[in-house]
């Protein structure tokens, strides 16, 4: 069991729950919990990757987008502070530590973004000098989860790198590009990087294609690692 002892509202359907757990396990930077919740006549079970480090083992964080059909999703969007959720885990290989690379590029697409919030707070903690990019796309530019903390995130790593790619609609967003991430702009951006892990997570389209690109770049399908989303 865990009681949310905080939350924030990152965007208007997406929100951040800090969990305090009655049993405290740990767990790898990547990893997943599983929620259970009686939801109207049915119990529900869904993964939440976990969103914070585990060098901040006080708590546990994850963060949910609602979905636009939603059960658990909405739920969690709507359970007041001071509640209690059933949680198990951790579970997943979709690990990174200092251990696997000391180069990384993480691509996310949405809420995809939610291990690697874990994985730089990791890099921060351990003050680990990993050459690191984070390549993150999103509709709109209100709707990028933790716009403001992964700026704040990236200034504190030694040798940390972000982009933030637009598809739709910037909304005044200045700082972000406009466009998908497509294979040229790819081919840019992992110069240097070559010979490092590539960590992606989002939806089957957005893994599908990631992969694709990278493995026409040259990149070994042994050094692509996926979490995908449905
Ligand atoms: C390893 C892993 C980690 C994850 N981490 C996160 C995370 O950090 N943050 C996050 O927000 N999500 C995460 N997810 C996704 C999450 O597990 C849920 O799938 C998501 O929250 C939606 O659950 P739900 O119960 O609200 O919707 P569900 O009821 O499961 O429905 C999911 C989607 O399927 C569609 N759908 C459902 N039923 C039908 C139907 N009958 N016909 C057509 N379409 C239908 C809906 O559009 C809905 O959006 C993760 C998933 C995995 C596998």
Redesign the pocket.
Known sequence: MATIIADKRETKD?RTLRLELSNPFTWEPGQ?ILVKAE?GLQT?S????I?SSPTRDEYLE???????????????NEIPVGYRLAVKGP??K?IWNETVSDKLVCLAAG??I??FRAFMQYIIDKDLDTKFKLLYSSKYGDTVIYEKELLDLVKQMKNGEYELSITRDKKGLDYARFGRIDKDYLAEQIKGYEDGYFYKCGSPGFIASMREILLGLGIPEERLKR????
């Open positions: 997406t997943f939801i529900v869904r993964a939440y990757s969103a994850i963060t949910v987008q609602q979905t636009e059909h939603p059960t658990m999703s909405k739920y969690l579970y997943g979709f809420s995809g939610t291990p979490e995908q989303w449905g």
